[in-house]
């Protein structure tokens, strides 16, 4: 019997690949809004990161979500992501 396929990304912060179901993604929709997004299927550009505190700690201070989905990042959203991590 064939094997099913895992989904790799890569953490924007570490650049390593992990299962999809390791990461979070953090999606920026047409309209310019800023999801975080469990589910893994909101349409839109789309960055994920480790379920990890020090990586989501790091990615706050270096503001690269801003850098990569290319807006200015609510700090609501980064209280949901520590949420979620922790």
Same mark, same amino acid.
């Given at each position: 019997?064939?094997? =099913?396929?895992?989904?790799?990304?890569?953490?924007?912060?570490? =650049?390593?690949?992990?299962? =999809?179901? #390791?990461?979070?993604?953090?999606?920026?929709?047409?309209?310019?809004?800023?999801?975080?997004?469990?589910?893994?299927?909101?349409?839109?550009?789309?960055?994920?990161?480790?379920?990890?505190?020090?990586?989501? #700690?790091?990615?706050?201070?270096?503001?690269?979500?801003? =850098?990569?989905? #290319?807006?200015?990042?609510?700090?609501?959203?980064?209280?949901?992501?520590?949420?979620?991590?922790?």
């Amino acid at each position: 019997m064939k094997q =099913k396929k895992i989904p790799m990304r890569s953490c924007v912060v570490t =650049k390593e690949k992990y299962p =999809k179901q #390791e990461l979070i993604r953090i999606v920026r929709t047409k309209d310019g809004n800023i999801m975080v997004d469990p589910t893994g299927k909101i349409n839109g550009k789309g960055a994920y990161l480790k379920k990890d505190i020090t990586v989501f #700690e790091k990615a706050k201070k270096t503001k690269i979500l801003d =850098k990569i989905l #290319e807006v200015n990042i609510d700090e609501n959203i980064y209280d949901e992501l520590n949420n979620l991590i922790k």
